[in-house]
């Protein structure tokens, strides 16, 4: 695995040691809670020299930067490996750069709230549930 970083938000000292052993070889940092009012650019610019505890949030992100296909899957699929609960992945973007780290994380919770709700109402619709129930059917 190359290059780029893997940050960490929102899991415990416990947690972020499993990661870092699993994701050898990758540069993985913790962004501590002072980091919130940031833009993300600035965040992975000084990501080395940040100083704290990713665990200040409620859900559990994984953002990657700068970081190849292969990459990003493979971390991935390590984390949920761990089983460390619900984790949301997500890798920056040009836009994503520029915005604050707040709110990042909330459209980032936006996101993964609407494609949970989306697999809920296919997962209805698949097993003739719920108030899907006899539509389209004589």
């Not at 600035?42 to 949030?57: C, D, N, P, Q």
């Not at 809920?120 to 108030?131: H, I, L, M, N, T």
């Amino acid at each position: 695995m190359m290059g780029g970083k893997v940050l960490l938000i929102g899991f415990n000292e416990d947690e972020v040691e499993k990661i870092m052993d699993v994701l050898n070889g990758l540069d993985v940092l913790e962004v501590p809670e002072y980091c919130r009012g940031w833009i993300v650019g600035e965040i992975v610019t000084k990501a080395e020299k940040l100083r704290g505890s990713s665990y200040w949030h409620l859900r559990k992100f994984v953002i990657m930067h700068d970081v190849d296909n292969e990459t990003l899957k493979g971390v991935i699929k390590a984390v949920r490996s761990l089983d460390l609960g619900r984790v949301i992945f997500a890798t920056t973007t040009e836009t994503s750069l520029t915005w604050k780290l707040e709110d990042l994380l909330n459209e980032l919770m936006e996101e993964d709230e609407y494609f949970q709700a989306m697999r809920w109402a296919r997962r209805q619709v698949s097993e003739r549930k719920g108030p899907f129930l006899g539509l389209g059917k004589d």
